[in-house]
C-alpha cells in the first residue's frame, strides 16, 4: 500500500461526449474555408467539430490545448502539425470508444471521481487558485470545470484500459529478442548512458510505545465524535489523516482483494459492515481507523484516517548512532555491506538482497546519471569505489525520518549497446516494438468498423493510419 501524493501534472485535453453511433463508412460534407492544418497556427477563430470517431467528438479547441500542454509539459511544438495531433486525438478516441463496446473493461464513476478530486487538488496547487483554473480551461464555474473533467478523465482512463487489454498478453520470446538485435544496423545501435548500481543500508528510530499510544488515542477520539456525536468522517479524514494521496478526498479509497495494499489493512477493510467504523489498528504506515461506506460484491468503497507518531530527537540521535557504528564495522573489515544490510537494515524491500536499490523506472540494478533522481544523485555522486557514505538523514514516502548509509557498488561507463551486457534493456525495447505492432494492427482493424467523419480542410491531411477508409 503506498500513501504518497502525485507531484507531477499532466494538463489534459479536451474533449466532448456525443450521441453513441456506429457506421463503416465515412459521410462527406461540405467543403469548409481553406485553412493551413500543416502549422500551428490558423486565421480561423471559430470553434467547431473536425472529427468524430465512434462516440466521441473533436473539436479544433482540443488540437490548440494540445500545443497548451505540449509546451506546458516543455516540448518543442514548432514541427508538430495539426493533422499529427489530430491522429493523436483520434487515436485515444478510437481507443476510448472501443472499450466502452468491450463488456470486460469497467470504468466505475466512483473511481473517475476519486481521481478526479486528487488531480483538482494537484492542479490547485500548481496553479494556485480556483479562479486561475477556471480560466486555463475557459469554465465557466466549479460545476462546469468538474463536469469537463470527468468526462476526460473517463475517456483517458478508458483509452488506456483498452490499450493494456491490447498487449496484456504480447510476450516476447529470447530467440526474438537476439533476432530484434541481430537486425539493428551497427551504425544504428542505440548508446546507453553511464550507470552506476546502488545499495543501502536503512536505520530507522525506534517510536516509544508512549508515543503510539497518543497516536492510538487520538483516533479513538475521532472514532468516538463519529459514531457518537455524527461528527463528519470525510471531513475529520480531510482535516487530520497523514495519508497525503487521499486526504483531498476525505480518505477515500475503493479496493478489492487484488489491490496492491498491505494485508492488515485488507483484512481489517474486508471484515467490517456497511458502515462500521474500525478500531485503530497498525501497519508499516503507521495506525489507522477504517469507516466501510460500501459493499460493492467484491469491492469495498471506504475512507480511512492514517496517523503516525512522532519520532522524538532522542529516537533520532540514537538511530544516527546505531548507522554510524555499522558504518565503523564496515570500515574496519568487520562485516561486509551486503552482510550488514542483510542482518542491520530496517528496510525489508532491500534487506533480503544486501541492500540494492531497484531502479522504480525499471526495475533492474542499474541507475542511468542523467535519469536518477537528483535527491540520490547527488548524494552518491562523490562517492568513491566501495566506499560507505556518512550516516544521512532521510525521510522516506511515509514522511518517516530516518538514517542510511549508502555504496556505489558498481559503475557502467557510456557505451554502445551490447547484447549480453544489456540483455534486459535490449529486450524491453523488444518488447515494446513487438506491442507497437500490436496496438496498430488493431487499430487499422477497429478504424474498418468503426463511424469516422473527418471535416474540411483535415480531410486533405496525410494520416499514418487510414482514417480516411480510401
Not at 552506476?196 to 479513538?220: C, F
Not at 564495522?329 to 532491500?350: H, V
Not at 548509509?405 to 515494446?432: C, E, F, G, P, W
Request: proline share 2%; glycine share 4%; charged share 30%.
Amino acid at each position: 500500500m503506498k500513501f504518497t501524493a502525485k507531484k507531477s501534472l499532466v494538463f489534459v485535453f479536451l474533449c466532448l461526449i456525443s450521441l453513441s453511433m456506429t457506421a463503416q463508412e465515412i459521410i462527406q460534407d461540405a467543403v469548409a474555408p481553406k485553412k493551413d492544418t500543416t502549422s500551428k497556427t490558423t486565421r480561423r477563430k471559430i470553434d467547431g467539430v473536425i472529427a468524430t470517431v465512434g462516440s466521441y467528438i473533436i473539436l479544433d479547441s482540443d488540437i490548440d490545448m494540445e500545443y497548451v500542454e505540449l509546451s506546458a509539459g516543455g516540448n518543442s511544438v514548432g514541427n508538430i502539425t495539426r493533422c499529427q495531433l489530430l491522429e493523436k486525438l483520434m487515436e485515444e478516441r478510437l481507443f476510448a470508444h472501443q472499450a466502452q463496446l468491450d463488456s470486460t473493461i469497467v470504468v466505475k464513476d466512483a473511481e473517475i471521481n476519486a481521481m478526479m478530486e486528487e488531480r483538482i487538488s494537484v492542479i490547485l496547487e500548481q496553479i494556485g487558485s480556483l479562479d486561475k483554473m477556471l480560466k486555463f480551461y475557459n469554465k465557466k464555474n466549479e460545476e462546469d470545470f468538474r463536469s469537463f473533467f470527468f468526462d476526460v478523465l473517463k475517456q483517458n482512463k478508458l483509452s488506456i484500459e483498452m490499450r493494456n487489454k491490447i498487449v496484456e498478453k504480447v510476450e516476447i520470446t529470447p530467440e526474438e529478442v537476439r533476432t530484434f538485435f541481430k537486425n539493428i544496423p551497427k551504425n544504428e545501435l542505440p548508446t546507453f548512458g553511464a550507470e552506476m548500481e546502488v545499495s543501502q543500508i536503512v536505520v530507522e528510530p525506534k517510536v516509544s510505545q508512549e508515543d503510539k499510544q497518543a497516536v492510538i488515542d487520538r483516533l479513538n477520539d475521532i472514532r468516538k465524535d463519529v459514531m457518537e456525536n455524527g461528527a463528519s468522517f470525510k471531513t475529520k479524514a480531510v482535516i487530520y489523516t497523514q495519508d497525503r494521496a487521499s486526504a483531498s478526498s476525505g480518505g477515500y479509497y475503493k479496493i478489492n482483494r487484488k489491490t496492491p495494499f498491505v494485508k492488515e489493512f485488507k483484512d481489517v477493510a474486508f471484515s467490517l459492515a456497511e458502515g462500521e467504523i474500525s478500531k485503530p489498528f497498525e501497519t508499516e504506515f503507521g495506525f489507522h481507523i477504517i469507516l466501510v461506506e460500501r459493499i460493492r460484491g467484491q469491492e469495498v468503497e471506504l475512507r480511512h484516517i492514517l496517523l503516525t507518531p512522532k519520532v522524538s530527537d532522542a529516537a533520532l540521535r540514537e538511530a544516527k548512532e546505531r548507522a554510524e557504528l555499522i558504518r565503523t564495522k564496515i570500515n574496519n573489515g568487520e562485516i561486509t555491506f551486503a552482510e550488514a544490510a542483510r542482518s542491520m537494515s530496517d528496510e525489508k524491500e532491500t534487506r533480503a538482497n544486501g541492500g540494492v536499490l531497484l531502479n522504480p523506472k525499471t526495475l533492474d540494478s542499474r541507475f542511468e546519471l542523467t535519469k536518477m533522481d537528483p535527491a540520490l544523485y547527488s548524494q552518491v555522486s562523490n562517492l568513491k569505489d566501495k566506499e560507505v557514505s556518512l550516516a544521512l538523514l532521510d525521510e522516506d514516502q511515509k514522511g518517516t525520518k530516518r538514517y542510511k548509509l549508502l555504496m556505489v557498488t558498481n559503475r557502467i561507463d557510456s557505451h554502445t549497446a551490447d547484447y549480453a551486457q544489456d540483455y534486459t534493456k535490449i529486450k524491453d525495447l523488444a518488447l515494446k516494438e513487438k506491442q507497437f505492432k500490436e496496438l496498430a494492427k488493431w487499430t487499422n482493424e477497429k478504424i474498418l468498423e468503426t463511424y469516422i467523419r473527418i471535416n474540411g480542410q483535415y480531410r486533405e491531411c496525410s494520416y499514418d493510419n487510414n482514417w480516411l477508409k480510401k
